[in-house]
T-cell receptor
């Protein structure tokens, strides 16, 4: 049983560019949440997708957007990248809009130069 | 708003020493409390959880008790091993507020020396 998978593992972008990160949830899960973990900090909630809709959003600007597909996989898009967007981006999957345990993927390390 | 405060690290211990990592929380609803562990280069793994007051979560020798009166969820282990070296995060989830999404503390890095 595959756990949560994320791609790519690492990527490097320059300021102003756009990036798309991908997440496949654990088998049987229908909810995907995204978190940003800056170096030396705890993860911060970006948003959650359930039934292909954004259900909850943290304190992140509109440059951060997402999508959930019918197979429950999800994408995180960040536009107009800033240096401060450099972080580890974690995807977590769960059942029923996050009311149950969240399982985390290994993350995507984004570096913005 | 909802928040988690945990003790600053790093914490360095010798093998077989006793571990305590303090965690306190502020929540507007009825939180569930969690400890996650992050090994170098990896994502987060759930270590233990407690969903109501006075519950004790335990796993792999780690324990934490949900204390509503002191709004605390301190992590303890009686005898740490080198393999316990990692970053530990305390987190909460408030049904009806955060809808189950997690609010994390800043993490405490633990290094265990042989």
């Amino acid at each position: 049983d595959a756990g949560v998978t994320q791609s790519p593992t690492h990527l490097i972008k320059t300021r102003g560019q756009q990036v798309t990160l991908r997440c496949s949830p654990k088998s049987g899960h229908d909810t995907v949440s995204w978190y940003q973990q800056a170096l030396g900090q705890g993860p911060q909630f970006i948003f959650q997708y359930y039934e292909e809709e954004e259900r909850q959003r943290g304190n992140f600007p509109d440059r951060f957007s997402g999508h959930q597909f019918p197979n429950y996989s999800s994408e995180l898009n960040v536009n107009a990248l800033l240096l401060g967007d450099s972080a580890l981006y974690l995807c977590a999957s769960s059942l029923f809009a996050g009311l149950n345990e969240q399982f985390f993927g290994p993350g995507t390390r984004l570096t913005v130069l | 708003g909802d928040s988690v405060t945990q003790m600053e690290g790093p914490v360095t211990l010798s093998e077989e020493a006793f571990l305590t990592i303090n965690c306190t929380y502020t929540a507007t609803g009825y939180p569930s409390l969690f400890w996650y562990v992050q090994y170098p280069g990896e994502g987060l793994q759930l270590l233990l959880k407690a969903t109501k007051a006075d519950d004790k979560g335990s796993n792999k020798g780690f324990e934490a008790t949900y204390r509503k009166e002191t709004t605390s969820f301190h992590l303890e282990k009686g005898s740490v091993q080198v393999s316990d070296s990692a970053v530990y995060f305390c987190a909460l989830s408030v049904y009806g507020g955060s809808q189950g999404n997690l609010i994390f503390g800043k993490g405490t890095k633990l290094s265990v020396k042989p």
